[in-house]
């Protein structure tokens, strides 16, 4: 009994065998993601690290603007994002537009920088304070913020009320709604930011005194309005950005800024320390870099989760090839 059944069952299994073989067409293998579906994702993957990249590079022109001009590490600047996005949604949950709470994010943030400067940096650059003790400063100042904002708004994720699964179609592209408003936003603010660096009197003083402090009080140039402005611009740029990553992400937390800190300060470092243009580059280029490494033509991709380490990876790799940033050393301070 034990010997037939044991026949029966393998001339099952021999007929299902045959079965699939001749279901198959001749000279086709199966494959996991076909070519054309890998191509594919290509330039999605590149819009959604331009997107990305945009976020970064105008949280790191903020950064960039004050360690180029006050020769001060901002370590609370990604809790400025925090805070921005925070304003920009409580203007939201009174029923008023986006259009306002954008607004109201960047005037928010950029007062909560300058005040910042007038009760605590102002002080501490009068008082001559050293690389280390505005180093310490500058973190105690951002444990303060991001717990301060944990007090207030508690640990639950928010959102803004946009529609995330409302997508539009741009050719092989899928483009959600935050997307188109993010690229959108972004590329205004590029535009400003490039106009006033370069065209502005503001702009041209600033860089003038981020070349040579000494020489630029000398000619004139008001320092403490030069010091004010870098604040007002920095804090702006990161209300901003804060939006706009609260409008990506979908749903954020009190710890969003502390996260994107770490990404900012190398969009900052890749593009050329010190230098607002490379930090626009920076971000777009570690942007890119993310999301292309999840692309399954390279060994099937990585998680997405691990986005930020190659993020790190690449950085890595670049200071050891070009330790002076995508720039170079000739680069101007702004």
Known sequence: MAVCYAATLDGLGHAAMAGMSAARPPGRTPRLVPAASQMSELPQLVVDGLVSGAVLAIAAVGVSLVYGILHLVNFAHGDYLTFGAYAGLGVTALGLSLVVATVVAIVATAMLAVGLQLVLWGPVRRRRAGLLSSFITAIGLALVLRHAIFLV??????????????????????VSISQLIAISLSI???????????????????RAFADNPELAAVAGVDVGRIVLATWLIA?????????????????????????????IFAAVVLGTIGNAYGA??????????????TWS???GGIPASYKYVVAFLALIVMLLVRPQGLLGRRARAL
């Open 188 to 206: 205004v603010a590029i535009a400003v930011i490039g106009l006033l660096l370069a065209r502005t009197s503001i702009g041209r003083s600033m």
């Open 153 to 174: 708004v508690g640990a639950g994720s928010r959102a803004y009320p946009v529609d995330q699964f409302s997508v539009e179609r741009l050719g092989p592209v899928r």
């Open 235 to 263: 804090g702006a740029l990161a209300g901003l950005a804060g939006e706009l990553q609260g409008l990506i992400q979908g749903a954020f937390d009190p710890n969003m800024g502390w996260n994107l800190l770490l990404p």
């Open 297 to 299: 033509v390279l060994g």
């Open 280 to 293: 626009l580059l920076g971000g777009f280029a570690l942007g890119l870099v993310m999301e292309l490494s």
